[in-house]
């Protein structure tokens, strides 16, 4: 790597090149071996703090986003054409927050039955994704949120989402409202992993 080629400089192109996020081993790829790219994504991200561009971790990944106070201007251009209903908003929810849940478990949280074509458009927005089978008599597929869900709410990892006081805070929850399945105090369940081999 010549003097011109700083790592911080090719981190940056790789980056602004980039369609999608990137992770960690994949820009490790096209660096020296002895290079911490942890540090060196720490030092970029300290950079670009105060611009209009920062540098965020979404899903575990890489990728260059507006500012969080500059997102305004920009929000006449991202106008979404199709409003998710009650019943997707409310499906979406369950998952990110009881994954891995199957139907069944999602209609007995919201009380009413489920339309199949709510997880289809979940799915097909790339947001929930089938993540195994439950080791039950029946063996229910169950569901998760996918990478496409942290990306498009800026999440790094689904434990990142909001608890119960920060939503009750912004008005999203009633105060008298219980919270669902919750164990031991005022935090939401932790998604747990689903083992692959489940999905036989």
């Given at each position: 790597m010549s003097d011109g080629q700083s790592p911080l400089r090719v981190l940056e192109a790789l980056l602004f090149a980039a369609t999608e996020p990137?992770?960690?081993?994949?820009?490790?790829?096209r660096l020296p071996a002895d290079l911490d790219v942890a540090a060196l994504l720490a030092e970029l991200q300290a950079v670009y703090a105060p611009r209009g561009v920062n540098l965020c971790r979404v899903a575990g990944k890489w990728?260059?986003?507006?500012?969080?106070?500059?997102?305004?201007?920009?929000?006449?251009e991202r106008q979404e054409v199709r409003r998710l209903?009650?019943?997707?908003?409310?499906?979406?929810?369950?998952?990110?927050?009881?994954?891995?849940?199957?139907?069944?478990?999602?209609e007995e949280m919201r009380g009413v039955g489920l339309s199949k074509g709510t997880l289809d458009l979940l799915m097909e927005?790339?947001?929930?994704?089938?993540a195994g089978r439950r080791p039950v008599p029946g063996r229910p597929i169950v569901y998760g949120t996918t990478d496409g869900f942290l990306e498009h709410f800026g999440?790094?990892?689904?434990?990142?989402?909001?608890?119960?006081?920060?939503?009750?805070?912004?008005g999203l929850l009633a105060r008298s409202a219980p919270p669902t399945r919750v164990a031991g105090g005022e935090s939401l369940p932790m998604p747990t992993a689903v083992d692959s081999s489940e999905d036989a």
């Open positions: 990137l992770d960690e081993a994949t820009l490790a790829r990728q260059f986003r507006t500012a969080p106070d500059l997102q305004y201007i920009l929000e006449e209903s009650r019943a997707a908003l409310e499906t979406l929810a369950i998952v990110a927050y009881h994954q891995p849940v199957s139907r069944a478990e999602i927005i790339g947001w929930v994704k089938p999440l790094a990892e689904i434990g990142d989402l909001p608890g119960v006081e920060e939503l009750r805070a912004a």
